[in-house]
């Protein structure tokens, strides 16, 4: 079963809206987690890096003020799209550090925005 | 130069045959590199890793590294039709063990 929770796996909105996505660990904890985008017929991109208890390290061209990620506890990073637009459109798929740094994906999350 | 290049393919195989799927890596620092299948509209789920030079067999999956070419292989054996999705390519980024750089990705289609 899934070991990486991400949710919600869809969502549409108008632009100007800001979108929460959750990534939780369900049997372990994960001091590091990572948040990626994925353009059409793209690569995952990592966008930055969740550190638990502290502030996240942003990838170079990602802006921080966009993309605000909360990692309260070892087992929920949180990534909020603010005033999302519609090149913000993409999916977006967070992953979770575990034992001897095996990486474990969530289902991903496809944000659209009108 | 792209970090980690791939084909994109599509490579079309029928039932039954050998899939090779081949990438290569810019920087000599990565020490860790993986194979990750994701159908559409999924994420990416682990099919292999591999650390040092040479093979690694599992089930109908090798994993094929070779540090001074830069270049890291996936065959999978007897294709099937759910193998049909796009393989990524995935290098650790040097200095860090669990960042990843992936390519791509190479669509694999297995006929009937």
């Known amino acids: 079963g899934a070991v990486v929770s991400q949710h919600p796996s869809r969502v549409i909105c108008k632009s100007g809206t800001s979108v929460k996505i959750e990534c939780r660990s369900l049997d372990f904890q994960a001091t590091t987690m990572f948040w990626y985008r994925q353009f059409p017929k793209q690569s995952l991109m990592l966008m930055a890096t969740s550190n638990e208890g502290s502030k996240a390290t942003y990838e170079q061209g990602v802006e921080k003020d966009k993309f605000l990620i909360n990692h309260a506890s070892l087992t929920l990073s949180t990534l909020t799209v603010t005033s999302a637009h519609p090149e913000d459109s993409s999916f977006y798929i967070c992953?979770?550090?575990?034992?001897?740094?095996?990486?474990?994906f969530g289902d991903g999350t496809r944000l659209s925005i009108l | 130069q792209k970090e980690v290049e791939q084909n994109s393919g599509p490579l079309s195989v029928p039932e039954g045959a050998i899939a090779s799927l081949n990438c290569t890596y810019s920087?000599?620092?990565?020490?860790?590199f993986f194979w990750y299948r994701q159908y559409s509209g999924k994420s990416p789920e682990l099919i292999m890793s591999i650390y040092s030079n040479g093979d690694k067999e599992d089930g109908r999956f090798t994993a094929q590294l070779n540090k001074a070419s830069q270049y890291v292989s996936l065959l999978i054996r007897d294709s099937q039709p759910s193998d049909s999705a796009t393989y990524l390519c995935a290098v650790n980024r040097p200095g860090t063990a669990s960042k990843l750089t992936f390519g791509t990705g190479t669509r694999l289609q297995v006929t009937l």
């Open positions: 992953s979770a550090r575990a034992v001897e740094d095996t990486l474990h």
């Open positions: 920087d000599r620092g990565s020490q860790s």
